[in-house]
């Protein structure tokens, strides 16, 4: 059985200062980082799931929209990843991110990664050059491709 890449909303933040918040995942030893993402629900817009899961993950809420990405950017994941996810009955073989740029009009004292279920272990702000080389190599494409696009909007 073929099985579709997930949709998914992947959440911008950049500050004043024209850095992005960039997060280290919490499952994992090493750091791998990303920006927060997740799936977008039935009858929700990337928008509104970026928003969402930017909540969810890091507690921002107080954030202006600037701009989307209009087409997914694909990414496929790697044989290793794969094995795990079917073990847990997962089955897509990437995702489809669906980015959305946010202007962050808080303090940095809003941004709480302990949340209900924590994705994240730590985060920094750094550059968006800076950003894309931390990502994992199996995002990388789809995180160049957002940079080029995102990029005159930040700076």
């Not at 817009?45 to 970026?50: H, I, K, L, N």
Request: proline share 4%; charged share 30%; hydrophobic share 35%.
């Amino acid at each position: 059985m073929e099985y579709p890449y997930r949709k998914c909303a992947g959440a911008v933040l950049f500050n004043e200062e024209g850095k992005v918040l960039i997060c280290a995942r919490n499952d994992l030893k090493h750091d791998d980082w990303q920006f927060p993402q997740g799936g977008i629900e039935d009858g929700e817009t990337a928008v509104e799931a970026a928003r969402r899961e930017l909540f969810e993950e890091t507690s921002v809420k107080s954030v202006q929209f600037v701009t989307a990405l209009e087409e997914g950017q694909r990414y496929t994941f790697p044989e290793f990843i794969l094995e795990k996810r079917k073990k847990r009955g997962i089955h897509n073989p990437g995702q489809d991110l669906y980015w959305c740029l946010f202007r962050f009009i808080g303090k940095d004292s809003e941004i709480n990664l302990n949340t209900a279920e924590p994705e994240f272990r730590k985060y920094e702000w750094v550059t968006l050059d800076e950003a894309v080389k931390r990502v994992v190599d199996f995002k990388k494409t789809a995180y160049e491709k957002m940079a080029a696009a995102f990029s005159p909007f930040i700076g």
